[in-house]
Nanobody, 129 residues
Framework: QVQLVESGGGLVQAGGSLRLSCAASGRTFSRYAMGWFRQAPGKEREFVAAIGWTGGSIYYTYYADSVKGRFTIFRDNAKNTVYLQMNSLKPEDTAVYYC???????????????????WGQGTQVTVSS
């Protein structure tokens, strides 16, 4: 079992920045692909970004078009933590943000939540206009 705990959410003005963190339990964190998803009130959950690592210094990333160029996903395998740096925030970024782990990662990153095996409890991000 893997436990994921998100933190870093809050209230920010449009144009501002936030950094979300997701700390994972377990000794095989580096093998997982990690993803960030979000769900706004009355809307379905949507993919935000994902990151995978297959060794060495190369990390693979994948972003939703809506956040590309504004958000950056990165990870620190030594700390079992994945981050989501969010810049140039917009009111439409308001949502509960969830991190998720794909324990079967083998080189392909997925935007479908069904692919992910473990989920955190979520952290609220509110962007005021």
């Amino acid at each position: 079992q893997v436990q994921l705990v998100e933190s870093g959410g809050g209230l920010v003005q449009a144009g501002g920045s936030l950094r979300l963190s997701c700390a994972a339990s377990g000794r095989t964190f580096s093998r997982y692909a990690m993803g960030w998803f979000r769900q706004a009130p009355g809307k379905e959950r949507e993919f935000v970004a994902a990151i995978g690592w297959t060794g060495g210094s190369i990390y693979y990333t994948y972003y939703a078009d809506s956040v590309k160029g504004r958000f950056t996903i990165f990870r620190d395998n030594a700390k079992n933590t994945v981050y989501l740096q969010m810049n140039s925030l917009k009111p439409e970024d308001t949502a509960v943000y969830y991190c998720a782990a794909d324990e079967d990662y083998s080189g392909t990153l997925y935007s479908s939540g069904a692919r992910y095996d473990y989920w955190g409890q979520g952290t609220q991000v509110t962007v005021s206009s």
